[in-house]
């Protein structure tokens, strides 16, 4: 992906805002040229070595380099330039406009199983394709899943700026990701991995189906010990009318030791993303009303 130090604003119109992360602030851009629509990410650049403020330029990097590695993939946002000014780097990203998949889900009266399912199973294929290539995202939540376009079901990962490429082996420790997500190899600063995606998975769905968070605490060290514990259970205020299968598929992802714990190809084969084998069987996942 080419790197422009020219003038962003003579090739694209700035228009309204979808969204900020930490020292990003994201917008809607139209090519003058084409017409065409982007999500331009403007990220402001660490000014020096000791603030703390803005993204270094390896962080930045990071983000690039995975995006243009792993771009192509219908479940995961594509990179199609970069701008740098002295002050900010601007990456032209696809335009993903149908705002978070948790506002979508909060905002429907309910979502079935099946519903929550499928959202499911179109992150797993695109974590599995990161994973093929070694690749973790380690900031999976659910703001970073996003819907393409508002009323559609079509989900984008987002936000690459945590993911490095972990290959097999590689003791690779780091303390980063949001509390509510990490897995106890995180917590415990050992090897992580892309079993780490998958922990955070386990916890993205178990939100998806409750609205409650499986290992949150009144603090943060409170929240890492259950985590490391691996504390949690299934409230029936919550999970009540929750299927059996769904819980299972859950189980298998917070599994402390990471190399036990559920791959992305473990989770598309397991019956609660696969759903009934035979078409006439009445699907369990159906009307099972979740309760976010
Ligand atoms: N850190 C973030 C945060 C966001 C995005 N990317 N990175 C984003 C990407 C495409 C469309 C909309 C957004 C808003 C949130």
Redesign the pocket.
């Known amino acids: 992906v080419p790197w422009s130090d020219d003038l962003f604003e003579k090739y694209y119109d700035i228009c309204e805002e ?5 020292f ?1 602030v ?1 917008r809607r851009v139209v090519c003058k040229a084409t017409g065409e629509e982007f ?1 331009a ?1 403007f990220i402001r650049k660490r000014r020096y070595a000791t603030s703390r403020r803005g993204v270094t330029r390896a962080h930045i990097e990071r983000e690039v380099d995975v995006l243009t590695e792993i771009g192509g993939h219908d479940a995961i ?1 594509r990179l199609f330039a970069v701008f740098e000014t002295p002050s900010e780097v601007i ?1 032209v ?5 149908g705002g ?1 998949l948790f506002d979508h889900v909060c905002a429907k009266e309910c979502l079935d199983e099946a519903e929550a399912a499928a959202f499911i199973k179109q992150i797993l294929l695109g974590v599995k394709h990161l994973h093929s290539r070694y690749i973790c995202h380690l900031d999976l939540k659910p ?2 899943v ?1 819907l393409k376009r508002r009323g559609e079901t079509q989900i ?1 990962l ?4 945590l993911s490095r490429r972990i290959p097999p082996g590689s003791q690779t420790k780091d303390m980063i990701g949001t509390p509510e997500f990490v897995a106890p190899e995180i917590v415990n600063f050992e090897a992580l991995g892309t079993a780490t995606d998958m922990w955070a998975l386990g916890v993205v769905t178990y939100i998806l189906l409750s609205g409650g968070s499986p290992f949150l605490g009144q603090t943060r060290d409170e929240t890492f010990c259950n985590i490391t514990a691996v504390d949690y259970h299934f409230d029936d205020c919550y999970f009540h009318s929750t299927s059996a299968l769904a819980k299972d598929f859950i189980r298998r992802l917070f599994v402390r030791d990471p190399r036990k714990r559920a791959t992305a190809e473990d989770c598309l084969r397991h019956p609660w993303i696969t759903g009934p084998d035979a078409e006439d069987t009445v699907d369990p996942r159906k009307n099972a009303e979740i309760s976010i």
């Open positions: 979808l969204g900020s992360g930490q990003a994201v999500a990410k946002i990456l990203l696809e335009l993903v406009s978070e703001e970073n996003m984008k987002i936000d690459f700026g």
